[in-house]
């Protein structure tokens, strides 16, 4: 168990749909980073939040957006969904000396 | 921006032989951090290197990091089914910010 946890696991929705993906990180990371992964693909980095505020962006859509909230949990915002869009998201938080933590995962399929 | 390519993108291995992937990054990296995904389950950290040329060890695990800090390999002596998943290296930008970048990973399936 990594600390970090992520709801909900799966998610079935339906194109042009709208949902929200949670992620808590390990107690005192600050930093909350996300990732797509399509079946058998690679780690997409889509996002990272440090204590707050954006850090990094990497490949992530205009349909998709993020934040981190005072307590530090993050929420993933996928709207409009395609069909594309279904994969694994992960989230992962890290402390000061970077080594990520990931999350169990959320898969989202889109019908 | 930084790209961080693996080699090879697939590999089988008969159970007792042993396995290499290799981790190639397009800019020299402050670091790179190896993970392990085992099937149906979430990136777990491995180790990390930091220093020009260091070799670490866990067991039956070797990583190095090379003198460039460019890339960076895994090799497994005599692979056993608890090793089948993918290898992910993520390698840390060495000016700026700092972004880690994952490569593409490199799944390994072990024949018994």
């Known amino acids: 168990d990594s600390g970090v946890t992520q709801t909900p696991k799966h998610l079935i929705t339906a194109t042009g749909q709208r949902v929200t993906l949670r992620c808590s990180p390990r107690?005192?990371?600050?930093?909350v980073y996300w990732y797509q992964q399509s079946l058998d693909q690679g780690l997409q980095f889509l996002i990272q939040y440090y204590n707050g505020e954006e850090r990094a962006k990497g490949n992530i859509l205009e349909r998709f957006s993020a934040q981190q909230f005072p307590d530090l949990h993050s929420e993933l915002n996928l709207s409009s969904l395609e069909l594309g869009d279904s994969a694994l998201y992960f989230c992962?938080?890290?402390?000061?000396?970077?080594?990520?933590?990931f999350g169990p995962g959320t898969r989202l399929t889109v019908l | 921006g930084q790209q961080v390519m693996q080699i090879p993108q697939y590999q089988h291995v008969q159970e007792g032989e042993d396995f290499t992937t290799y981790c190639n990054s397009s800019t020299t990296l402050s670091n790179i951090q190896w993970y392990k995904q085992r099937p149906g389950g979430h990136p777990v950290f491995l180790i990390q290197?930091?220093?020009?040329?260091e070799v670490k060890k866990q067991k039956r695990l070797t990583f190095q990091f090379g003198e460039a800090k460019k890339n960076s390999s895994l090799h497994i002596t005599a692979t056993q089914t608890t090793d089948v998943g993918t290898y992910f290296c993520?390698?840390?930008?060495?000016?700026?910010?700092?972004?880690?970048?994952f490569g593409t990973g490199t799944k390994l399936q072990v024949i018994p």
């Open positions: 107690s005192g990371d600050l930093s």
């Open positions: 290197l930091v220093k020009s040329g």
């Open positions: 992962a938080s890290s402390s000061q000396h970077y080594t990520q933590y």
């Open positions: 993520a390698g840390r930008d060495s000016g700026g910010y700092q972004k880690v970048t």
